[in-house]
């Protein structure tokens, strides 16, 4: 799907991939830590963030075994989709994640 996007904005997206691109509980939290965090973080990073929102708890206490777990969906199951649809950049020599549209959470609502 051809779509065009700008950091910072959202070129809307059909209502059937917001739906299906929020239905995940841990996209969503994935979506909202980019944005907490400037736009862009390594996956490692973005993971235990992640993680942590999950638990509830800071990034430095996320159980090890959690944090793998959760970084190995990410790069799985979630970039896959984020990336197809423009709304993340993966940087692959960098191992960084760029947020490449803003407000996704808010279109979905």
Do not use: N
Not at 16 to 43: A, I, T
Not at 88 to 109: A, C, I, K, N, P
């Amino acid at each position: 799907m051809a779509t065009e996007h700008t950091r910072g904005t959202v070129g809307r997206l059909p209502e059937r991939v917001v739906s299906d691109l929020l239905s995940s509980d841990r996209r969503r939290r994935l979506l909202g830590c980019l944005e907490d965090h400037g736009g862009c973080l390594p996956v490692t990073d973005l993971a235990a963030a992640v993680a942590a929102r999950e638990a509830g708890t800071d990034a430095e206490t996320v159980d090890p075994e959690r944090h793998r777990a959760v970084r190995a969906e990410i790069y799985e199951r979630h970039l896959p989709k984020l990336t197809a649809t423009g709304v993340v950049e993966f940087d692959s020599m960098r191992g960084t994640v760029t947020l490449s549209r803003t407000g996704l959470v808010d279109q979905g609502r």
